[in-house]
C-alpha cells in the first residue's frame, strides 16, 4: 500500500512570509497528526485530526499556525507569518483510528527553513 | 505532565557488542510505551511496543514502572542496527493514542 504523501519535501522562506503543506494520509485511514521536529529534538504533536474533526490541538500556536482536513483525508498546515523559531521538519502521520493500538505511519516530512 | 528522557544523544559500539539504549518517562497515569527507529533517508517508523511485548530484529524492551524506565536492548549489534531511536510515551487514560517523544539516540555500530 502506499505510504503517507507530504509536499513539497523542502521549503526555505524569509520570516514574515506565509507556507503551506499538504499532507495525504494512507487510504482508509480515520486519524492523522501534524508534527514538528526541531533540529536535536523528538517530534512534537502539533494536531490530530479524528476524520474531518480536531482530536487535540493544545501544542499548535494558533496565532500563526493553522491546520485543516477538508472530507477527512488530505490535510493542509498553514504558517502565516512565519518565524525563525519555525524552522523545523514537519511530519504527517496517519493511523488507522486514534485507539492506543493503532500504528502512527509517518510520511518523509517536509524540512522549512525560515531566513 | 508527560516526559520521556534519553540521556544518550550518540551510543557507539562495535559490531557483536551488546546494545542498551536508555529511555525513562515520567507520567502519573498508566503509560503505553513506544520505541520508533529513523534509519538513514527512511522515515521514522515503529520498532515496537511494550503491550505487544514482542521482539523485533532482536531488540527487546521491558516496561519497568517501580524505575519508570523502558531500556531497549540487544545482546548483539549490527552494522545495520545504525540509526536514530525515539523513545515514546502515550498515557492510556485519555482514551486515545498521543505521542511524547524523547529527544533521541544516535545508536552507530562499528564494524
Known amino acids: 500500500e502506499a505510504g503517507v504523501a507530504q509536499s513539497p519535501r523542502y521549503k526555505i522562506i524569509e520570516k514574515r512570509q506565509s507556507v503551506a503543506f499538504w499532507c495525504n494520509p494512507i487510504?482508509?485511514?480515520?486519524?492523522l497528526y501534524w508534527y514538528q521536529q526541531i533540529l536535536g529534538q523528538g517530534p512534537k504533536l502539533l494536531i490530530q485530526?479524528?476524520?474531518?474533526?480536531?482530536?487535540?490541538d493544545s501544542q499548535l500556536p494558533k496565532d500563526r499556525f493553522s491546520a485543516e482536513r477538508l472530507k477527512g483525508v488530505d490535510s493542509t498546515l498553514k504558517i502565516q507569518p512565519a518565524k525563525l523559531e519555525d524552522s523545523a521538519v514537519y511530519l504527517c502521520?496517519?493511523?488507522?483510528?486514534?485507539?492506543?493500538?493503532?500504528?502512527?505511519?509517518f510520511g518523509p516530512g517536509t524540512r522549512l527553513t525560515v531566513t | 505532565a508527560q516526559r520521556v528522557t534519553q540521556p544518550e544523544k550518540l551510543l557507539s559500539v562495535f559490531k557483536g557488542a551488546p546494545v542498551e539504549l536508555k529511555c525513562n518517562y515520567s507520567?502519573?497515569?498508566?503509560?503505553?510505551l513506544f520505541w520508533y527507529v529513523q534509519y538513514s533517508r527512511q522515515r521514522l517508523q515503529l520498532l515496537l511496543r511494550?503491550?505487544s511485548r514482542e521482539s523485533i530484529k532482536g531488540f527487546t524492551a521491558d516496561l519497568n514502572k517501580g524505575e519508570t524506565s523502558f531500556h531497549l536492548k540487544k545482546p548483539f549489534a549490527q552494522e545495520e542496527d545504525s540509526a536514530m531511536y525515539y523513545c515514546?510515551?502515550?498515557?492510556?487514560?485519555?482514551?486515545?493514542?498521543?505521542?511524547?517523544f524523547g529527544t533521541g539516540t544516535r545508536l552507530l555500530v562499528s564494524p
Open positions: 502521520a496517519s493511523s488507522r483510528t486514534d485507539g492506543l493500538e493503532n500504528e502512527q505511519y
Open positions: 487510504s482508509g485511514h480515520a486519524t
Open positions: 485530526f479524528q476524520n474531518n474533526g480536531v482530536v487535540d
Open positions: 507520567y502519573s497515569g498508566s503509560p503505553e
Open positions: 511494550h503491550i
Open positions: 515514546a510515551l502515550s498515557g492510556i487514560n485519555t482514551g486515545f493514542q498521543k505521542l511524547v
